[in-house]
């Protein structure tokens, strides 16, 4: 992913607000990289854009080699399909299906049908170390085990770009700490990229970059 002079502006009540100004990075294959900011700096805009649910006001973002054109609702939706994965805080699990159902439903919106879907789904739940748990519903498993359901699903199908929005803020440190060395080993074993929105410092320890963005600009960063 190469994402280039990104700018968003909200108007509202006539009146313009910058949000972000003249962003620009990077992903690579096997690599995780951490942004921090405060709340308000213009994070969760910035994974919207790159995630094709927002578009910029200016710039560009490119997946694949493919630019995720605006005045293409049909292109972005494919890219996101195709190409993301998303990580969220709330997992955002549906309690009626199992973990496994929950993960062959996102395949399914990825047009994976049958059994190719379940096959797809049985992989990544194993890649998880879920195997055990795969019939349970959301209700019975630990917080940290639906954040491995909800990994799961961003990697199932194969998107080459994984995006996680706070993927460790609503679990104890001991749990973080082991889903954040899962992500590790998950994005170099399955040559994806991960960019982790946060504020979450000890995602900084499986970080190869860490980059910091304040009032809508990228202000720096550090290697990891």
């Keep these: 992913m190469q994402a280039s002079g990104i700018c968003k502006v909200f108007r509202e009540g006539g009146r313009d607000f910058p949000v972000l100004e003249d962003v620009s990075l990077d992903l690579a294959v096997g690599e ?27 710039g560009r973002v490119v997946i694949e080699g493919r630019l995720a054109d605006a005045s293409r609702p049909d292109l972005l939706a494919a890219i996101r399909r195709r190409s993301i994965g998303f990580i969220f805080q709330q ?4 309690q009626a299906l ?7 439903y996102a ?29 349970f519903l959301p ?18 199908g194969r998107s080459p770009v994984l995006l996680a929005d706070e993927p460790t803020a609503n679990l104890d440190s001991v749990t973080a700490h082991a889903i954040l060395e ?4 998950l994005v170099r ?3 994806r990229a991960l960019l982790i929105v946060t ?26």
């Design 182 to 185: 899962l992500f590790r080993q």
């Design 91 to 94: 997992f955002n699990l549906f």
């Design 139 to 156: 209700r019975d498993i630990s917080g940290g085990q639906k954040q491995r359901v909800a990994i799961a699903r961003a990697l199932a």
């Design 107 to 135: 395949l399914n919106l990825k047009g994976f049908k049958g059994s190719a879907a379940h096959r797809e789904a049985v992989r990544v739940i194993d890649a998880v170390d879920l195997a055990d748990h795969a019939d």
């Design 189 to 191: 074993q399955e040559e």
């Design 32 to 58: 995780v990289v951490s942004l921090e900011g405060r709340s308000g700096s213009g994070k969760t805009t910035l994974l919207s854009i790159l995630g094709c649910i927002l578009t910029p006001t200016a």
């Design 199 to 224: 504020h979450d410092h000890q995602v900084r320890s499986i970080a190869d970059r860490t980059l910091l963005i304040q009032d809508g600009r990228l202000c720096g960063g550090q290697d990891g």
């Design 98 to 104: 199992t973990c496994i159902e929950n993960v062959e």
